[in-house]
């Protein structure tokens, strides 16, 4: 019975990538990267989540245009099989965790929880970032985190930043 999980796994891991290949390339023509692709079973129907995002945030009108533009690429190929599915594009969700270097380019600015691989964790603001490390302010200090020695950092939710005042 394990190894039929193991293999259903398998088989959903395997048409998630064959989906996100199918995909790049269209999406990247609409200046949209791929954050996620998810399959999740809801009854005898799966429904099929796509993240998409792009430098400076995606706008509504944006994920209706990705949203065309899988569609057309789904119903041009077999990859999704003959079982229906739901097709679900949208934004990424803050509680994505920040893991390329262009998620941490994209959060600059904001407050960011890191656990390292050492198991200490800090909060800093994002300052600047590059393909290999990130630089934070943590009170009031510079720290660099080298990507490599990120265990898992998060976006924290804030509904009134500090330097913003009264």
Not at 2 to 20: C, F
Not at 105 to 126: A, E, H, W, Y
């Amino acid at each position: 019975m394990q190894g039929e999980i193991a293999l259903g796994a398998d088989r959903k891991d395997a048409i998630a990538s064959a989906i996100e290949k199918a995909l790049v390339d269209p999406l990247l023509a609409l200046g949209l990267d791929i954050e996620a692709v998810e399959i999740t079973p809801a009854g005898k129907r799966r429904i099929l989540r796509i993240a998409v995002d792009k430098d400076g945030g995606i706008t509504h009108e944006e994920v209706t245009e990705a949203t065309r533009e899988v569609n057309r690429v789904l119903d041009d190929s077999d990859v999704m099989g003959e079982q229906p599915y739901t097709l679900e594009v949208t934004s990424p969700g803050v509680d994505r965790p920040l893991t390329l270097p262009r998620h941490w380019r994209r959060n600059k600015g904001r407050l960011v929880k890191v656990t390292v691989k050492d198991g200490s964790t800090f909060t800093g603001r994002v300052k600047e970032s590059d393909e290999d490390r990130a630089s934070l302010e943590v009170s009031g200090k510079r720290r660099d985190v080298a990507y490599a020695d990120v265990k898992k950092a998060l976006v924290q939710i804030e509904f009134k930043r500090i330097d913003e005042g009264e």
